[in-house]
């Protein structure tokens, strides 16, 4: 099966400021944010379209029914950002910290995390469709009752993430490395690993192998 790769974003000519507030109901688009601290804020239906933001840190928010579209994240952290329920398409997280931060119940389409700190992450009951994670460190995270279609892990380290109530044929983990992890038993059908990763799923499953 050929694996699809995400749509990059689509940015029309961008207009640079050197300030903006975020507040509920509020369109943010077409701009080039650079070294700006939106932290610490309650927002609801707060919409992100055709943007480039460098370097902007978006710690400990919480983001009600949040929208992103066509937006590249770049060299930012928005670490422990509360974005429960939200929805991203066609949105590119390049070198971004985002440790501890919940997408959990989210829709993200088109979507490429690449070079990012992503321990800590919740991708609960998120809806994937192609999405590419990429040289990212995704350590204790969790992937639990994950509905994906066309999920791509390249040079990733996922140990100890927790991947339970979620479905396992076809996604190829050959390229990334973990040191433990945890998966529903039942689910493991179809699931690419290399050898190594093999001896880590048994002995987590309490198979003792002998030479």
């Keep these: 099966m050929k694996i699809k790769k995400p749509i990059a974003p689509l940015l029309p000519q961008l207009t640079e400021t050197d300030f903006v507030s975020i507040d509920d109901e509020l369109i943010i688009e077409g701009i080039v944010l650079k070294e700006q601290d939106l932290s610490y804020q309650d927002v609801r239906n707060l919409v992100f379209r055709e943007c480039r933001f ?32 939200a929805s991203f398409h066609q949105v590119h997280f390049r070198q971004c910290k985002l440790t501890g931060t919940n997408f959990a119940e989210s829709y993200l389409r088109d979507c490429f995390f690449e070079d990012c700190l992503a321990d800590y992450t919740s991708f609960s009951s998120t809806n994937q469709k192609v999405v590419q994670y990429d040289q990212t460190s995704l350590n204790d995270t969790e992937f639990v009752d994950v509905t994906w279609n066309n999920l791509l892990f390249d040079q990733c380290s996922l140990t100890g993430s927790n991947w ?15 040191e433990k992890i945890a998966f529903s038993q039942e689910l493991l059908t179809g699931l690419k690993v290399n050898q190594e990763q093999a001896l880590t799923i048994a002995s987590g499953l309490g198979l003792v192998i002998e030479d």
């Design 164 to 178: 339970f109530h979620t479905k396992l044929a076809n996604l190829d983990l050959t390229k990334s490395t973990f």
């Design 54 to 85: 460098e370097k902007i840190t978006m710690n400990r928010n919480h983001l009600e029914r949040f929208e992103c579209s066509n937006v590249i994240f770049d060299h930012c952290d928005l670490s422990n950002t509360e974005w429960i329920g």
